[in-house]
Nanobody, 121 residues
């Protein structure tokens, strides 16, 4: 299993950014996928998840309405579109694979190496 994130950058408050995750080494459509993040000095925090067929999505309360998760099962890709970004969104963002296909189980079993997002003026 390999998860490779990209798209992290320095962005100004109020700005937008799209993160991408390329997945390989497993049958992508069999798994729900998600994003977690870790801010400096803080614990890992779940951000968003999407079911195998993109029918169900879930978001952390503080990002709901600002972030949108999506996936392309033909390309084995997961995306996180972030808008109206805030300094508190600053973190390393990791792509994760859930243990199952739906969002009934929030546990994940694989994580990528992460991509750095900094929100600052």
């Amino acid at each position: 299993v390999q998860l490779v994130e990209s798209g992290g950058a320095l962005v100004q408050p109020g700005g937008s950014l799209r993160l991408s995750c390329s997945a390989s080494g497993f049958i992508f459509v069999n798994y729900a996928m998600g994003w977690v993040r870790q801010a400096p000095g803080k614990e890992l925090e779940w951000v968003s998840s999407i079911s195998w067929g993109a029918v169900s999505t879930k978001y952390l309360g503080s990002v709901k309405g600002r972030f949108t998760i999506s996936r392309d099962n033909d390309k084995n890709m997961v995306y996180l579109q972030m808008t109206s970004m805030k300094p508190e969104d600053t973190a390393v963002y990791y792509c994760v694979r859930h243990r199952g296909a739906t969002l009934t189980d929030r546990q994940f079993d694989y994580r990528g190496q992460g991509t750095q997002v900094i929100v600052s003026s």
